[in-house]
């Protein structure tokens, strides 16, 4: 399962039981359409999703089949998580398992 497939399945939910969703999409760019995603400071690694309810901030990683987190996201969910947001790197098998619906309740 590809890794935007997850991504627009959490946000629709989220958005569906009264959750904020941001997601900052990369761009196309360059003679070989390399993708890129507008940042400046210490934003790489940013999570894919930053959302928002009733006082709760939660930060997701979306991770789709054989893909890994960085080192830079790990950073960044940890200082988030230090920060008082949930953090969470959601996989395929967290998505078909139903746990993600369960964090967002």
Known sequence: ????????????????????????????????????????????????????KNGRIVCIEVKGDGDTASQEQLDWLKALREAGAVTAIVTAKDWKSGAVERFLT
């Not at 569906?16 to 400046?40: E, L, Q």
């Open 1 to 52: 399962m590809k890794g935007k497939e997850i991504q627009d399945g959490i946000a629709q939910l989220a958005r569906m039981k009264g959750w904020r969703v941001a997601h900052f999409s990369p761009g196309r760019v360059g003679p070989k359409d390399k993708w890129i995603t507008n940042y400046a400071y210490d934003s790489k690694g940013w999570p894919d999703l930053f959302l928002t």
